[in-house]
């Protein structure tokens, strides 16, 4: 049984928390563990027929699934034993074990179709129950029906808290991705009567450098502590304080960047007057 399930339940502060530490402590570890599992079926999609697109692709997604549990399997390494494993040694850990994550990541959202056909609530109440399913199946081996079982019996008493921690953390997915879907939507839009000119190679050079830089930054980012640490309570007056206190020149450093790209992009794409 993992450790992980005997140590008390931590607050949704502590959850994000937490979870942006490991993020960056463990940033390249994730990234190669994410690549090696969804970039070829991405490039190998377009250069095949039709019938062996769809092929890849759905292989592609059994993939995507397959990678929740390695994920699981290299965050339980890291809080449980402060342990830094390869990509190879995560692989090999999930083993047999991907096969079961599959089921159960297919079976869980079965659950939740299901739920969502009888008046929507079920379908939340299914989310909840098989919130650490693929967890409970990649760390600690279960068959598919003990580990949804096993992940019943975790959110039990704890299903109001899973939901908002989850509703929480889409919420700042969503805003990271809507930001940056209007910047890249605004500067992939181009006018009609604008003349086709060579390729540009600076941009290219420009963006290749910032990513370099930014992967960089990360990399070189001395690691956090995952351990959940002793802080208050988190409301709105405490993140206003912080942010206008702590982190008022990293705010507004984030908040003229933005500006600075919206307007660029709106620049780039403004119609000529005539």
């Known amino acids: 049984m993992s450790q992980l399930a005997q140590t008390r339940p931590r607050s949704i502060a502590e959850i994000i928390d937490a979870s942006f530490g490991f993020y960056r402590a463990r ?4 990234l190669v563990i994410s690549a090696l599992l969804i970039v070829p079926p991405v490039l190998l999609a377009p250069l095949a027929p039709d019938w062996l697109s769809f092929l890849i692709m759905l292989a592609g997604n059994l993939m995507y ?23 190879g040694e995560v692989f090999r850990r999930l083993g047999r074990r991907a096969g079961t994550v599959i089921l ?22 299914a989310l909840a129950w098989t ?40 919420l700042i997915l969503a805003a990271l991705g809507f930001g940056f879907l209007i910047v890249f939507t605004i500067l992939l839009t181009r006018r009609d009567d604008e003349d086709a000119g060579g390729f540009n ?18 990399l070189r980012t001395a690691s956090l502590s995952v351990a959940a640490p002793a802080i208050e309570a988190l409301t709105v ?3 206003g304080q912080v942010l206008m206190t702590d ?16 307007i660029g992009a709106l620049v780039l794409v403004m119609e000529e007057k005539r």
Request: aromatic share 8%; charged share 10%; net charge positive.
């Open 27 to 30: 940033f390249g570890d994730l």
């Open 65 to 87: 699934l397959a990678g929740q549990g390695a994920i699981a399997i290299l965050v339980a390494a890291a809080i449980e034993r402060n342990e830094s494993i390869t990509a």
């Open 131 to 170: 919130a650490a399913a693929v967890p409970a199946a990649a760390i600690e081996g279960l068959p598919a029906g003990a580990a949804i079982t096993r992940s019943r019996e975790l959110a039990r008493g704890r299903i109001g808290h899973i939901l908002v921690t989850m509703l929480l953390v889409w």
């Open 201 to 218: 190679w600076s941009g290219v050079l420009v963006a290749v450098a910032v990513f370099a830089g930014l992967v960089w930054a990360i």
């Open 247 to 262: 982190y008022i020149w990293p705010l507004q450093c984030v908040g003229l960047l933005l500006t600075a790209a919206l």
């Open 104 to 125: 159960v990541s297919i079976a869980s959202a079965l659950m939740m179709m299901i739920g969502f056909v009888f008046f929507i609530v079920p379908a939340f109440i």
């Open 237 to 239: 007056k405490r993140i």
